[in-house]
């Protein structure tokens, strides 16, 4: 697996001009255990948009930071090799169809 550092090269992320930051998705990013960073270019990451993981079937486990805010619609969706995921106790809105086909999820926390 590539460093987290390399991880978060190959990511992609809209920063905001009010201070904040989403991830958008894994873009290069070919490993299958995610470490989504606290910050990207210095702004706190607060938004997983829809879709972030989108069919990313591949993917065993993520692992969100304690500045995420929102957790966007279908953020997992076909993630079928995730088994269990921890949700910060940051994240004040959360979609309903976050885990869309995520076959193997056993555990949110």
Do not use: W
């Amino acid at each position: 697996m590539a460093s987290r550092t390399d991880q978060t090269g190959k990511m992609k992320f809209v920063t905001s001009p009010i201070g904040n930051c989403t991830f958008m998705g894994t873009g290069e990013c070919n490993d299958t255990e995610i470490y989504v960073p606290d910050t990207y270019e210095g702004k706190a990451v607060t938004k997983l948009c829809p879709r972030a993981f989108y069919k990313r079937g591949d993917i065993t486990a993520v692992h969100l930071p304690e500045t995420l805010d929102i957790i966007g619609q279908c953020a997992f969706e076909g993630c079928k090799s995730i088994k269990s995921i921890r949700i910060p106790k940051s994240v004040t809105y959360f979609c309903y169809e976050a885990f869309v086909a995520c076959e193997c999820l056993e555990r949110v926390e």
